[in-house]
């Protein structure tokens, strides 16, 4: 009895323990606050900048792929001391930029902490998901809203760095700290033992009906299901709206008639929204089921990039702040359904390489963002861009709709 306790009491402590690590992971999300300075002192196009922005989330895609692999091989601690190594290391690349080579920054930035920090996201989530099968949502809810969070706390704080002793140091901070962390998260996160009773999800009814008791599917077993590319293809058209705008979320801001601390400041509020949106997400999936989950995950992205764009007509600040906040909100259902839609439907035996093939859909969406951003080049204003997100987030309902227990 007393061991069971202690059981259910130190696994609040890792998640609280990965809450904290995702936390500085997130930067990443702060690409609109870090991408500032490189603009003023370098003269890179806004395009180039967002092309990095698409890099970063492609390499943090193989990461996680390559974090699922290497958790189950090398066990937790390896996996993450070599994301700490490798993030750390390319942050600290990209604080010694010289400006004469763009690719020097898709290299450092895009590649290497891109990369090490998806391989720190998967083995996290894994990890600590395993000590709840009892509450998959909330779990998934509570440690991606730690990573959405990430701009409002560790962007403010490099924006200080950045205005203070400048952009090189804010870097060269950032990626030391995140270091740091990944390490320390590495020697005292563990896997449930083998022996550890833990609660077992219950197997009841929810209100949203489709509750069923998931087969544990293998990997390739999981991708010759239907229900697995329906999920996949929503979950990238959901998720291009929230991925598009943080890309721009600054420069958005000043165009409706934002002062720069202001737009800077938007940012963090974003994030905020998204850490938020993450975390009810997960308490609604455990309530609600998938199908109302993912039907208000829709509804509100719709509704979010419907806002954005009527800010954008009417130049109007408020209605540009209420869309990045629902924006955010909305962006921030997406991480955490993909997570908890994984285990409910496919079980959490093979979870961590189920989890990083769904989570190539960040993948997809990133490559969306990079279409806006062209859209947005091409025709001089974000009219155009709203639309065409408008239309992804409707093809993301239709797609939603179709989706059947596997």
């Not at 259910?8 to 990443?28: D, E, P, T």
Request: with cysteine; net charge positive.
């Amino acid at each position: 009895m007393r061991e069971r306790q202690q059981s259910l009491s130190i696994r609040w402590f890792y998640l609280a323990m990965g809450v904290g690590a995702l936390l500085f992971g997130g930067i990443i999300y702060a690409w609109s606050i870090l991408k500032a300075p490189l603009t003023d002192e370098f003269g890179w196009a806004g395009s180039e900048l967002t092309l990095n922005f698409t890099l970063t989330i492609c390499f943090f895609c193989l990461g996680a792929f390559v974090g699922g692999m290497a958790s189950k091989r090398l066990g937790v601690r390896p996996a993450l001391i070599l994301s700490g190594v490798i993030s750390c290391t390319g942050f600290i690349l990209a604080s010694r930029l010289s400006g004469g080579n763009i690719v020097m920054l898709y290299i450092s930035y895009g590649g290497l902490a891109g990369f090490g920090i998806g391989i720190a996201y998967n083995v996290i989530i894994a990890t600590v998901s395993a000590w709840f099968p009892d509450k998959k949502g909330t779990c998934s809810g509570a440690l991606l809203m730690g990573f959405g969070a990430s701009a409002l706390v560790v962007g403010n704080l490099a924006s200080t760095l950045i205005e203070g002793p400048g952009w090189r140091m804010a870097y060269l901070a950032v990626g030391i700290a995140l270091g740091v962390i990944l390490v320390a998260a590495a020697l005292l996160l563990r896997l449930p033992p083998a022996d550890v009773q833990l609660p077992a999800g219950e197997k009841k009814a929810v209100r949203g009906g489709e509750s069923f008791e998931a087969k544990e599917y293998r990997t390739w077993e999981m991708v010759h299901r239907l229900s697995f590319w329906l999920a996949f293809f929503c979950i990238v058209c959901l998720s291009a709206v929230g991925n598009t705008v943080i890309s721009f979320a600054r420069d958005l801001s000043i165009s409706v008639g934002a002062g720069g601390a202001f737009a800077t400041n938007m940012v963090g509020v974003l994030s905020v929204c998204n850490g938020l949106g993450r975390i009810a997400t997960g308490a609604l999936f455990d309530r609600f089921g998938r199908k109302r989950t993912m039907l208000l995950a829709n509804l509100l992205t719709i509704t979010a990039a419907g806002i954005t764009l009527l800010s954008v007509l009417t130049h109007s600040l408020p209605l540009c702040v209420a869309g990045l906040c629902a924006t955010g909100f909305s962006y921030g259902t997406g991480p955490t359904i993909t997570s908890a839609f994984t285990a409910a439907f496919y079980g959490t035996k093979y979870f961590p390489l189920n989890f990083s093939v769904m989570n190539f859909n960040l993948m997809g969406a990133s490559m969306m963002a990079t279409v806006a951003s062209r859209l947005l080049e091409s025709s001089g204003g974000y009219s155009t861009p709203f639309i065409f997100l408008i239309g992804l987030a409707a093809l993301s309902l239709l797609l939603n709709l179709c989706i059947r227990r596997p």
